[in-house]
């Protein structure tokens, strides 16, 4: 059974930081590239970041270019996110994603609150 669990989140002023991990187990890490998606309330799923499988392509959503970092250790099947200068934009649900060819595994979410 593949299980893919999200830490690290919750509230934070404007302009601060956190981290986030997402820990899999159940699949072949190394083969899956592995994203951040968020989520609010009624809205739709927005892509974060992305690394892939070898760890050499990074994508990120225009909106976090130069404030998030995604990462990978491959030893410990985790994913991170760094999240600096956060705005209240940000605010969201965020949730990890792992991913190979068609086949999408997901976490539950972890709630990041950014508010003074």
């Known amino acids: 059974q593949v299980q893919l669990v999200e830490s690290g989140g919750g509230l934070v002023q404007p302009g601060g930081s956190l981290g986030l991990s997402c820990v899999a187990s159940?699949?072949?890490?190394?083969?899956?590239?592995m994203n951040w998606f968020r989520q609010g309330l009624g809205t739709e799923r927005e892509f974060v970041a992305g690394?892939?499988?070898?760890?050499?392509?990074?994508s990120r959503a225009e909106s976090v270019k130069g404030r998030f970092t995604i990462s990978r250790d491959d030893a410990k099947n985790t994913v991170f996110l760094q999240m600096n200068n956060l705005k209240s934009a940000d605010t969201d649900i965020y949730l990890c994603?792992?991913?190979?060819?068609?086949?999408?595994?997901w976490g539950q979410g972890i709630p990041v609150t950014v508010s003074s």
């Open positions: 159940g699949l072949n890490f190394r083969e899956y590239g």
């Open positions: 994603n792992a991913r190979k060819g068609f086949t999408d595994y």
């Open positions: 690394i892939s499988s070898d760890g050499i392509g990074i």
